[in-house]
């Protein structure tokens, strides 16, 4: 196939596109679709929470049953070095799941459903390899596949883009809020299908992965193609068309001598590609999303500390029992501080919510490791672990949302997979200090002293040197100052 037979295939495969993209415009959907899809969100977000959570609640009991009990590369190991261990092989999870950087940019070029479906399946897959998982090598297998899909979050694209502008947080805490409820499952199979038994604690991931496999074929059945998507692809195929259609002559003219505002500004505004290398430079081209990015590198880098609340309760001497109480708390309370940050993003703005939410996940984690140590009532244990993790994601999921307030839409979900590429930084220097900290101090001592700075100093960083995007209109945001 020589040049000109491979252009034109390729324009005649975006002309079909273009061709098929604008009969699926033109269906009006039916009155009740925002409801059906912000219903779809909250299942993919009820499953996202389940596969997020889950690991984090039984770490002790596959850490006791493989690296204690059994043996990994020959030997058994004590609590902490096998701890250690897994966390060091679980980096592995890590440098695959750089790739979902990529795979998230697909979101640009072939549209969010497709990754939308893709997501639920893989996050359904690796629950089930791992309930039917009988040695720490296939365990490894589904928990990579975990991480791989739960860091898509497709489902926050479709609500960030589908919800009006000015209840954009609003809606979105109120989805995360429900959603966040639903990690009530957790403790609560804890308690019926693992018993308190530690050893029965694959039985917690087969409701999760059959409810992720329902969840798949409903997004196939229900969810449509976000309006935004569809307007902006359609805007760059007619673009590539142009040329051999009118021969290329007219393709760069203004349609009219009066064009002028809004549109001629899109117009002579730089066209900015996607992909993952693309965002990269974009990002380092534009001073405040490159600052914010390397701010949420810092908050990142906090990451593993903050997940180990369930090793930290089990080397306190808490009881399974009593640590089955005390994650039942978080759920409730997750749900009810997500909703009220949305509240307060759309009224105070998101770098205050940010800046409120990290300050009370600060107190609360110091708080919740006074209670776990001291064996205080498992309620007060919870409270602290509920608060301080629901203050954290919070804290998280902003940042993240200030950063699609600041790019357009056609490297938007380009810019989510980058910026998730380059805070894995921030994630690699977290793990190795947490992973050699513990071999020599007491796991909750290493955490508090790498995760409080971290949080505070980044929290306190963006409230000064990011700026506010509370109210923007994601139709009007174009490539300039690349």
Request: with cysteine.
């Amino acid at each position: 196939m020589n040049e000109t037979e491979r252009k034109e295939k390729i324009r005649l495969r975006e002309q079909n596109e273009l061709l098929r993209l604008k009969a699926e415009r033109s269906k009006a959907r039916c009155a009740g679709y925002f409801i059906v899809l912000l219903v779809m969100i909250v299942l993919t977000d009820v499953l996202d929470n389940l596969a997020t959570n889950i690991g984090g609640n039984i770490t002790s009991s596959f850490i006791t049953e493989f690296f204690v009990n059994g043996k990994v590369f020959g030997k058994s190991y004590e609590y902490e070095a096998g701890l250690a261990l897994h966390n060091t092989i679980s980096l592995i999870g890590y440098v695959i799941s750089f790739l979902v950087s990529f795979y998230k940019s697909l979101a640009d070029r072939i549209g969010r459903k497709p990754l939308f479906v893709l997501s639920a399946l893989g996050m359904a897959a690796g629950l089930l390899i791992i309930f039917c998982c009988r040695s720490y090598l296939v365990f490894l297998i589904g928990s990579f596949m975990l991480s791989f899909f739960i860091g898509s979050d497709i489902q926050i694209l479709y609500v960030l883009e589908e919800a009006p502008k000015e209840k954009r947080a609003t809606v979105y805490s109120l989805l995360k809020g429900i959603g966040g409820l639903s990690s009530v499952a957790i403790p609560t199979m804890r308690a019926t299908l693992m018993q308190n038994d530690p050893t029965k604690w694959r039985n917690v991931y087969l409701l999760p992965g059959l409810f992720g496999l329902a969840v798949a074929a409903l997004i196939i059945l229900l969810v449509k193609e976000t309006r935004i998507f569809q307007d902006r692809r359609i805007e760059q195929l007619e673009a590539a068309q142009a040329p051999a259609d009118v021969g290329g002559a007219l393709s760069s003219a203004p349609e009219s001598p009066a064009e002028t505002g809004e549109a001629a500004v899109k117009k002579a505004a730089p066209e900015v590609k996607a992909g993952v290398i693309s965002a990269i430079k974009y990002i380092f081209k534009r001073k405040d999303l490159r600052t914010l990015i390397l701010i949420k590198m810092l908050f990142d880098a906090a990451i593993v500390a903050m997940t180990n609340y369930e090793s930290i309760m089990y080397r306190a001497n808490m009881s399974t029992e009593a640590i089955t109480t005390a994650e039942f708390f978080y759920p409730f309370l997750y749900c009810a501080a997500v909703i009220v940050s949305g509240v307060l993003a759309d009224r105070i703005g998101r770098k205050k919510t940010v800046l409120i939410f990290g300050l009370i996940c600060a107190a609360s984690f110091a708080m919740f490791i006074l209670s776990a140590n001291s064996l205080w009532s498992p309620a007060l244990v919870g409270v602290g672990y509920g608060l301080y993790l629901g203050g954290y994601w919070i804290g998280r999921d902003y940042m993240e949302i200030i950063s699609t307030e600041m790019v357009p839409t056609g490297i938007r979900a380009s810019i989510m997979g980058a910026e998730g590429l380059l805070v894995y930084i921030g994630m690699g220097a977290g793990f190795a200090f947490v992973n050699v900290g513990m071999l020599f101090l007491p796991l909750w001592l290493v955490c508090s002293i790498f995760a409080l700075p971290c949080i505070l100093i980044s929290v306190f960083l963006l409230s000064r040197k990011v700026k506010e995007t509370m109210g923007v209109d994601y139709e009007s945001i174009s490539g300039e100052g690349v």
